[in-house]
């Protein structure tokens, strides 16, 4: 894995004027900015409106692990996190959720050095959740999904992808890992910031994320599905319907957290170097890479994937997404695509949130719900840019 030599992620790697490496080790040059601060939109950036029937309502958890310290800050004796959750809601009614708050965009810009838009615009961003909504469903009648996102990044930047499958009868957990986030607010005012970044970013920095990561999706879990739910709701979740997805460092974490918690029935990496090898015994469940075919392709930059292929000993896929780049499967390309900040000349935003949504809704229909999904199967006239990969052949097609 190479040693990233700037610490960022889809946030940075989208609005930073420089060539950076990824935490996932991917190198990406996006060059400056598309639009000068003199002609940046005034108006706030938006998240599509999601393709199902449920309305979407959310809410925040804040939610400790007494049993373990902090990996990241030893002197905290207990691991604190922030969870948001999504669902199908009865009504659309009440106010929309926000986006983030106005110190987390603060920090966010600050840390990419992004100058002529306001610190608090990405706070401003509209979504499509209603805040504390009643909830629809019956006792144990919803999956769950839990989503992790990249090295740096909150829980807020898969907005898009958590409201649309709450919008289709899921569950959605979006789990912020704390000190591994450019900026985590956190009840009583606090706010706190990446003391992960300060470490060195070899091998054994990585593991350790993976490590961390998989125990705080497995706490989180215990949260929702144990004897005492922090979540008042929680018994419209179906605990034997359970799935996980992630981007970047969350996809890597993803297969780390499924070889460790059973309770995880099927996984996607989106774009992940992943960290720690598969163990010669497999991981038997339904897995499913997706990822840029410049970096994600068989025989390509990055050889984990590969490595782990052998490994998937389960249902399996390989997709790549011709034109697009890290922060595509994020809200990130979205975001800096309506401020004027960047703009990907090869898949726009608004149809990388399409793909993205489609691809993960049909793996999670298909393996959570049982929905045999054709599109998993063969090339789709309607997505022509998902290309299935062979690893024999090496190809893409």
């Not at 070889?259 to 720690?276: E, P, Q, S, Y």
């Not at 935003?349 to 993960?360: F, G």
Request: net charge positive.
């Amino acid at each position: 894995m190479k040693r990233a030599t700037t610490v960022t992620g889809a946030f940075i790697l989208a609005l930073s004027t420089c060539t950076v490496y990824a935490p996932a080790g991917i190198a990406s040059s996006i060059g400056p900015a598309a639009t000068s601060p003199a002609t940046v939109p005034n108006s706030a950036p938006k998240l599509p409106k999601p393709t199902g029937s449920h309305p979407v309502g959310t809410t925040s958890l804040h939610v400790k692990d007494a049993s373990r310290p902090d990996p990241w800050v030893p002197e905290a004796k207990q691991r604190e996190l922030m969870v948001s959750l999504w669902y199908p809601a009865k009504t659309p009614n009440g106010r929309r959720a926000p986006y983030m708050t106005a110190k987390e965009s603060e920090l966010i810009l600050k840390g990419a050095e992004i100058t002529g838009v306001p610190y608090d615009v990405l706070s401003k961003t509209r979504t499509n959740a209603f805040l504390d909504a009643k909830p629809a469903g019956s006792r144990h009648s919803l999956p769950l999904v839990v989503l992790s996102p990249g090295f740096t990044e909150p829980r807020s930047s898969l907005t898009a992808l958590a409201e649309d499958l709450a919008s289709r009868g899921y569950v959605v957990a979006g789990i912020e890992h704390t000190y591994e986030s450019l900026a985590t607010s956190l009840p009583g005012g606090r706010v706190v910031t990446c003391v992960a970044c300060q470490d060195d970013k070899g091998k054994a920095f990585w593991a350790k994320l993976g490590q961390s990561r998989a125990a705080d999706v497995s706490f989180v879990l215990d949260t929702l599905t144990g004897t005492h739910p922090k979540w008042k709701s929680a018994s419209l979740i179906d605990n034997k319907r359970i799935a996980m997805a992630g981007q970047s460092a969350g996809g890597a974490s993803t297969i780390t957290a499924m070889l460790k918690d059973t309770r995880i029935h099927a996984g996607i990496n989106m774009d992940g170097t992943t960290f720690a090898p598969i163990p010669d015994s497999g991981l038997p469940r339904p897995f499913m890479f997706l990822g840029t075919k410049a970096d994600h392709s068989p025989g390509g930059k990055d050889t984990t994937w590969e490595r782990d292929w052998a490994h998937l000993t389960g249902w399996k896929r390989w997709l790549v997404v011709a034109g697009a780049e890290h922060a595509s499967f994020t809200d990130t390309a979205l975001l800096v695509e309506q401020l004027g900040i960047h703009r990907n000349p090869n898949l726009t935003a608004t149809r990388a949130v399409e793909i993205t949504r489609a691809y993960t809704r049909a793996f999670f229909d298909q393996h959570l719900r049982n929905k045999p999904q054709p599109s998993l199967n063969k090339p789709s006239a309607r997505y022509p840019e998902i290309k299935l990969c062979s690893v024999k052949t090496k190809t893409c097609s």
